[in-house]
């Protein structure tokens, strides 16, 4: 054990959100270890303990096992993701957890500040529907479920500093945030990992597959499946998902922060729900979006405005220039606080493997 990850170890743990204190699955574990040899041969001895299936992965590389990447799965010293989250502490250090491929029934929740990269094992890195790494978990609450508490027990995936910052709550400001909370994780992103909510086959009340809050966070090739509720972006959430599957029935995007969803495939799973829902306002500065539905340069055979606006429900075809301010990632995400745009260090503008 090198001694960088012995100071992870016996550092005060962070903030256990109640959803992380489950069950998790009976894998055996070990973990990737750094060493003080060459790029070649650190990457050898990852390589061998993976498996050999691993090889084929273009998402392996050598600077990734020097910073002593984690792993989880068979044969693994971590007996679920979440073992391996909470066992880094609340540093800023960024950190890369690599899950072998296989199913996984625990809640995840981030609650760490630093960077931290959470890789599934997986052949076919550029095809989220390919993906071998089966995060899952089955809870929901109101609706016809008989269960009263917050939306925020329910997500499979949860990123947020405290659990006052995660919850949902009702109304068009939902929960408060107390004052101070600091912010959560400044850079968190997931590539080939499904997370699913499967409390059953349709809409039954919210059943988060993800929730996230006071965060940046980036999703690739990553695969979010419910049927109510399916992502929630909560207050000061900050979310770029490229190449993603995004499946639910009923209201499977809402939230308070800010979402921007590319090259993606947003499926309905059923019918009876709409796409998105409106929660509110994010109450920490000005809200600059309007509840608009809005298209922008759609064209093809057949194209009918009248009648998009008809069936679609959408509210605008936008013109250049009302476009113009969504134009950019830079123009859209907002730092934490000040509300200045530009945040988007955190994003991965290149991910294809």
Not at 26 to 54: F, H, L
Not at 82 to 99: C, D, M, P, W
Not at 128 to 152: E, F, L, P, Q, R
Not at 245 to 262: M, S
Request: aromatic share 14%; hydrophobic share 35%.
């Amino acid at each position: 054990m090198n001694d960088r990850f012995n100071i992870y170890l016996t550092m005060s743990p962070h903030e256990v959100l109640p959803s992380a204190r489950k069950n998790y699955p009976n894998y055996a574990a070990s973990r990737v270890d750094e060493t003080a040899s060459s790029d070649a041969s650190s990457t050898k001895s990852a390589t061998s303990a993976m498996g050999k299936g691993w090889k084929k992965s273009v998402r392996i590389s050598r600077a990734l096992f020097k910073g002593g990447t984690l792993l989880v799965g068979p044969l693994a010293k971590f007996t679920s993701v979440q073992e391996a989250v909470l066992s880094l502490g609340n540093t800023t250090t960024a950190q890369t957890i690599l899950i072998l491929a296989g199913n996984y029934t625990e809640q995840v929740n981030i609650t760490r500040q630093g960077p931290l990269t959470l890789l599934g094992q997986t052949t076919y890195p550029n095809d989220a529907a390919k993906n071998s790494v089966n995060i899952i978990w089955h809870n929901a609450t109101g609706g016809a479920t008989g269960n009263t508490y917050d939306n925020a027990y329910t997500s499979t995936l949860t990123i947020a500093p405290t659990f006052n910052s995660s919850t949902t709550g009702s109304g068009p400001s939902g929960n408060p945030v107390p004052a101070g909370t600091p912010f959560g994780n400044t850079n968190f992103r997931t590539y080939n990992l499904n997370f699913i909510n499967d409390y059953l086959p349709y809409s039954a009340g919210p059943a988060l597959a993800l929730s996230m809050s006071y965060a940046n966070a980036g999703f690739y090739y990553t695969q979010f499946l419910s049927y109510q509720d399916t992502v929630y972006v909560g207050k000061l959430g900050n979310a770029y998902m490229y190449g993603c599957i995004i499946g639910g029935q009923t209201d499977f995007f809402y939230g308070f922060g800010t979402l921007w969803v590319a090259k993606s495939d947003i499926k309905l799973r059923g019918c009876g729900g709409g796409i998105t829902a409106w929660k509110g306002s994010n109450t920490t500065f000005v809200n600059h979006y309007d509840t608009t539905m809005a298209e922008y340069h759609d064209y093809g055979p057949g194209f009918n405005l009248t009648g998009r606006i008809a069936a679609a429900n959408i509210t605008i075809e936008m013109t250049p220039q009302q476009y113009a301010p969504y134009s950019t990632l830079a123009k859209v995400f907002q730092y934490p606080f000040s509300g200045e745009f530009g945040n988007v260090a955190w994003i991965d503008e290149n991910p294809e493997a």
